[in-house]
């Protein structure tokens, strides 16, 4: 007998089951009507009922049509909590189409707005992590009726949670940055609340570049479009998929920014600073005693948002930070280090950039030693890399070129005393950069010689291909005199001048990758000589195979064209497609490639053009201002400006 009820409640629980999820209302109110617990049946394993699932798929109507065929006994039931403790009221807050279930049930059962979850979330809570706006703004009127202010208790019932996290920080980590700022403008006193790690909203964003960052650099189509579209529409989104989702990226990083600059104005944590490091500790030999701060003591609370931004990559952050605060660029660490310390070891090249561009503070900041006796300048060997799944996919040469740039740049804004600072390992920053890149130099070789060595075939075989050409001419010589039957011909000169050109090209390439494969291959070669010369080999053979390509399309138009100007532009077409795909597919090395060039003209330019005076023994090289920092290349690092 208990077998057969198992069985027949099975059968019910599926039917139910199958009915909510086609979104059949009459045949759910139907099996409700015949079930002793009527809508509080429990459906699922986790002690959800017949409502929970209903407002959990967002029917409104349906969860209305529920409450309404109770019985006014039951109204208590309204407070059934599901395995994880949620309400129904905790269900109907996970979306925005079941404000009116909401409604509907807070005068049945008002106990529901006070009762948390096994985590302690109200409803109001529960909206505020899911980012639904409309439910969260009716919870806040029915909450807004209580006296919050009076009664502390109540206060942290709504707006804390078990672990401590408020609204605004669950608002911000789910990246909701509207309510986030809704949250942040009408509870001010949650801004310095600190979750159960210590994190206060603003350090929660600080960890949150991709917020900021435009998703689009890499597609030129998508980057059109960004340029041009409203990421805030009057009517709505746009119903093309891609116009939409752009709309939406857009409106969400400036959301970010909006959130960001009102927390920054309410954050002064920068002051609670480690005090400055002794000049006098400064090291320049590695003998005798090593001085204090050789153990590092973890910091009991996490890093000031400035620093957060900084190590995630939050340039906007960083820069409002200092917009607000610009004293705030001579905030410390607990690890003695400065902005520049921290920017350096975590490739943040724009935020280098930025700091580098503020004059005077940089005066102070460029002789600064942290507790590990390191300058800035030893942080360019101490680098520390994003682990994202989209990680640096650019070869070892391009890395190793940048990581000398960089080295460059700093070394041009350090102090001739900090240039020597041996650090508590005995090593300089000269030292330290060649140890901890032993192993990307060896890669960076062995890339650059395979590369050349590839390119290097290619270049043969075509000039083989195009010294062959040279003796079967098309059309064939003329028997009696041995000359070219077409040589009166427009096109037969076109092919001549374009094979002779190929040829050429091609040798030439070859003797330049040949040149690259005889290289010593010194630290210093991989900075600009071997880049320019991978790009001046690369540059001679697109054109080597271009003109190739030309003397093909010169023979085939000789020999098999027609009158008709059609037949031409087609054989044109077919002729100069291996060319399109060879110069594809070698594009983007060969902008990477354009940027160390770039680099050798600047630092010629460098070197014969005035520069303004700075205190400081070497001359500083970088240009712009901290409004038009570089955000993936160090180009404009090394090119001497007024500042």
Known sequence: M??????TIHRTNAELYEALSKGDDIKVCEICRELPDGPFHILTIHNDSVLHIACYYKRD??????????????????????????????????????????????????????????????????????????????LEEQVSQKSLNEDTDLRRTFFFRDDKATILHVAIHSENFELAFKIAKSYP????????????????????????????????????????????????????????????????RESAKKVGMFLIKSDASWEATEPMSNQNRIKLHRFGAIAHGDIIINAP????????????????IVKEILQVYPQAVEHIDEDGRDILHVAIKYRRIDIYYTVISMKNPLTRLRGKIDKRGNSI??????????????????????RLRDDLLLFESVKNICTGLTTLQVNNDGLTAEQLFIENNAQLRIEAKEWMKSTAEHCSIIAVLIATVAFAAAYTVPGG????????????????????????????????????????????????DFKTSLHNKLLLGLTVLILSVSMMMVAFAATLILIISSKQDWTNILLYIVSFFPVTVFVCS???????LIEAFKERVKEIIASVSPTCD??????????????????????????????
């Open 2 to 7: 208990a077998d057969h009820e198992t069985s």
């Open 61 to 138: 109507n349906l969860v209305l049509q529920l409450i309404n065929q109770l019985p006014h006994d039951q109204h208590n039931k309204l407070t059934i909590k599901n395995g994880a403790g949620n309400t129904l009221l905790h269900a109907t807050a996970t979306n925005n189409k079941t404000v009116g279930a909401a409604m509907k049930m807070l005068p049945l059962a008002p106990s529901l707005l006070t009762m948390t979850d096994n985590n302690g979330e109200t409803a109001l809570f529960r909206a505020a992590r899911y980012g639904k706006t409309k439910i969260f703004c009716f």
């Open 189 to 252: 006193t949650l801004i310095d609340e600190r979750d159960g790690d210590g994190m206060t909203a603003l350090q929660l964003l600080a960890c949150k570049p991709s917020a900021f960052a435009s998703v689009f650099k890499d597609n030129h189509f998508k980057r059109f479009i960004y340029k041009f579209i409203d990421s805030s529409p009057i009517e709505g989104y746009s119903r093309v998929p891609i116009v939409k989702k752009i709309q939406k990226q857009m409106l969400k």
């Open 301 to 316: 609370t996490p890093d000031s948002p400035l620093f957060l931004a900084t190590k995630s990559g939050c340039t906007e």
């Open 377 to 398: 300048l030893h942080m360019v060997g101490i680098k520390v890399r994003d682990q994202k799944a989209e990680s640096d996919i650019r070869s070892p040469a391009l």
């Open 477 to 524: 010589p003329n028997q009696n005199t041995g000359y070219p039957l077409l040589k009166n011909q427009p096109f037969f000169i076109v092919f001549a001048l374009a094979d002779a050109l190929s040829l050429t090209f091609s040798l030439t390439s070859v003797i330049i990758f040949l040149s690259i494969l005889t290289s010593s291959f010194r630290l210093k």
């Open 586 to 592: 070698y594009v983007s090395l060969y902008k990477l």
């Open 614 to 643: 700075v205190e400081s023994p070497h001359t500083m090289q970088y240009s712009g201002t901290s409004s038009q920092a570089p955000t993936t290349s160090l180009t404009k690092l090394t090119t001497s400006s007024c500042v």
